[in-house]
């Protein structure tokens, strides 16, 4: 399940202003770089100014039950990067934003004080007059006298500064570091030779050239390179290297639940400790000589912070980062080139209300979101079956009520009239008659209305239709994020190369069957009991 504020089309996140990007050829090189930290934080305070009175005071807002209250809105969460959550809290690069740890041990679990922002004030304000301040040097201050959030109320930035998944974990600790060193050990060659020789399968990327040629990378294509990364590992590697790196994409994985438990956040901890105990493999294989890496020990903080601020999937940067197209690359486009911000905010301005008045008349019509309908590689247009399922009337009275979808079949099927040897040949299925036969005695006793002499009888003389592709809907779980919604079942035989066509592999997917009365010692107390791996 996908919630509507992660949408850019929901219009979920407002745009309060541009900020300058400047060069300041004016100053000088010593003081170039503290000029632009102190432009940014000015620029922040005066787009955050209302925010201190209405804070203070409080504001009446229309509440979702209808009733109007007084609301004191304050600065909760700031999503940002690293130099950017940096440039926020007033520290160097080097350092953490966060915490005080000491830049020489952020590679190791200690655990550390939290910046406190009254604190932080104190320090500035004391090296403002001119005083020798320590703690200034020891925590990696920078010379900003004013930040923007020293006068909103009931805020503390650093506890609002939040995870950030894409840069941190997928361009950052996963593909800039762990992608790396592994590559280092199994070679370049060899890496991208796994990835090449992985198997087509639906919902799975297949990377035709490895990985080495990529030129660009987003967050989509990092989650679809974790899904088979430790495949891509096995074999390749030490043990132990390939214990730290599923040791990291089970915190990747974890980090991105919708909802948390006690339990999930326990995991989600304890992977990080796993890490941890083996990380010392790579300085062993002289692929790392520390690992005091800022990325890394953001890892630290995920637990403590969505415990205060939720879930981290909430606040990751990809959603902001497509808003760049939205707000400053089409707004830009929209303009003549000439005093193009004037332009730029009365243009969005109009997109804003375009788009609140199709919200508005989406309320007052009741429409509703449209069945997943698919179209099948086959030509033909989809077909929803729903076996036993539950109807659920729309809220309309002029609609018709909606089926719960189980599966999706195309409307014809891709092959017409095989025989029992063409399917035995083509498809692989051996015992194709006896388990169909099988199949079909079974289902009649499970009906009162037939008997076991009702079932029809089969001979290889009978011919049967069969589909290239099945699709299953994914049920939705709030706890996950599922980027896919769809579970897609091949069973497409091999086709011969004629004329200037090469000819295709046969597509034989394998799914998980739930079977009786066999038990299997491997799989009992997991997640996979009664489980039984077959290939269609």
Known sequence: MTLPQRHPQHHAAILLGYLPAVKLDCFSKGTHSVAGYRLF?????RLLEPLIAAGNDGVEMVCADGYIRRVHPILVAYVAD???????????????????????????????????????MTILKHKETGRRVAAYSREGLRPVYRPFWADLLHSDIFGAITPDILHQLHKGVFH??????????????????RYHSMMNYPGLRYFTQGISLVSQWTGTKHQEMQRVFMGVLAGAVQPAVAQAARAIIDFIFYVQ??????????ALQSALDEF????????????REDFNIPKMHSMQHYVTSIKSRGSADGFNTEFPERLHIDFAKNAYRATNRKD????????????????????????????????????????????????????????????????????ILASRPSFRALTVP?????????????????YLRVSSLRVPAMSHSAAPELSQWDRFDAYRRLSIPYPKLRALHMGKTMDRIR??????PSGRSQGSPGQFDTVLVRTEGEVNVHTQGTALEGLQVVQV
């Open 41 to 45: 934080h000015e620029c922040m305070r």
């Open 82 to 120: 690293h130099p950017e959550q940096c440039l926020v809290a007033c520290t160097k690069e080097s350092f953490c934003p966060k915490c005080r740890v000491h830049r020489d041990d952020r590679g190791e679990p200690l655990a550390s004080l939290c910046r406190d922002q009254e604190r932080t």
């Open 176 to 193: 800039d570091h762990l992608l790396k060193w592994c590559t280092q050990i199994a070679g370049e060659e060899e890496i991208d030779k």
């Open 257 to 266: 639940f919708h909802s948390h438990t006690s339990q999930s956040l326990e």
């Open 276 to 287: 941890h105990r083996h990380k010392e493999i790579f300085i062993q294989l002289e692929v």
């Open 340 to 407: 193009y911000v004037a332009q730029m905010t009365k243009w969005l301005a109009h997109q804003e209300a375009v788009g609140q008045f199709d919200a508005y008349l989406d309320w007052t019509l009741k429409r509703l979101d449209s069945v997943h309908n698919e179209v099948d590689d086959d030509g033909g247009d989809a077909e929803i079956e729903g076996f036993d399922a539950e109807v659920q009337p729309k809220q309309t009275t002029t609609a018709d009520s909606i089926p719960v979808v189980t599966h």
């Open 422 to 438: 063409f399917i035995i040949q083509m498809f692989g299925g051996l015992s194709f008659l006896p388990a169909v036969s099988l």
């Open 491 to 496: 069973a497409t035989p091999s086709t011969p």
